[in-house]
T-cell receptor, first 114, second 116 residues
Framework: NAGVTQTPKFQVLKTGQSMTLQCAQD?????MYWYRQDPGMGLRLIYY???????DKGEVPNGYNVSRLNKREFSLRLESAAPSQTSVYFC?????????????FGPGTRLTVT | AQSVTQLDSQVPVFEEAPVELRCNYS??????LFWYVQYPNQGLQLLLK??????LVKGINGFEAEFNKSQTSFHLRKPSVHISDTAEYFC??????????????FGTGTKLQVIP
């Protein structure tokens, strides 16, 4: 059981470049989330997917898009990276169907935009 | 709308001393409450959670938290900290939004620094 995996672990982009962050979970969870973590600001929700086939905006969705590819995978895309998107990105999943309300987090992707 | 306040951004404490990390939330409905720990360069992992029942919740690594509905608080405590407890701690609240979905809000985190 790998839990929640994220790739890549580190990435450096130039302003204007695009990239996709990948996330997969092997726990058969319905809900998946993308957060960004910045110093002193805690975790802020970018997008979430309550179930396969649905996605919704979170607190800070501008500049990002997501795809819930299947039940296991939830990707985050930056179409035109900006320095303000320099952050640590975390993917998480949750099993609300089994009334397990806690989230399980991946190890994170450290993104620097120059 | 819910919000979570962790007033202390950093808490230094000597090894083997007790510690309390404070968390207050604002919500008008019933909530679920969580504490997560983040070690350097890692993701978050669950320390403990309150869903219902006893207001005193015990978690991993000797931590416990008490849900106080009247004070809308969920403070985290440990009677004797260890160097390995040095980490950042996040309080989180989950409540149903207008669409019936369990929405999660995180506090800004408290960095616990254990001094040898």
């Amino acid at each position: 059981n790998a839990g929640v995996t994220q790739t890549p672990k580190f990435q450096v982009l130039k302003t204007g470049q695009s990239m996709t962050l990948q996330c997969a979970q092997d726990m058969n969870h319905n809900s998946m989330y993308w957060y960004r973590q910045d110093p002193g600001m805690g975790l802020r929700l970018i997008y979430y997917s309550a179930s396969e086939g649905t996605t919704d905006k979170g607190e800070v969705p501008n500049g990002y898009n997501v795809s819930r590819l299947n039940k296991r995978e939830f990707s985050l895309r930056l179409e035109s990276a900006a320095p303000s998107q320099t952050s640590v990105y975390f993917c998480a999943s949750r099993d609300l169907a089994a009334l397990r309300h806690e989230q399980y987090f991946g190890p994170g992707t450290r993104l620097t935009v120059t | 709308a819910q919000s979570v306040t962790q007033l202390d951004s950093q808490v230094p404490v000597f090894e083997e001393a007790p510690v309390e990390l404070r968390c207050n939330y604002s919500s008008s409905v019933s909530v679920y409450l969580f504490w997560y720990v983040q070690y350097p360069n890692q993701g978050l992992q669950l320390l403990l959670k309150y869903l219902s029942g006893s207001t005193l919740v015990k978690g991993i690594n000797g931590f416990e938290a008490e849900f106080n509905k009247s004070q809308t608080s969920f403070h985290l405590r440990k009677p004797s900290v260890h160097i390995s407890d040095t980490a950042e701690y996040f309080c989180a609240v989950s409540e149903k939004d207008s669409g019936g979905y369990q929405k999660v809000t995180f506090g800004t985190g408290t960095k616990l620094q254990v001094i040898p």
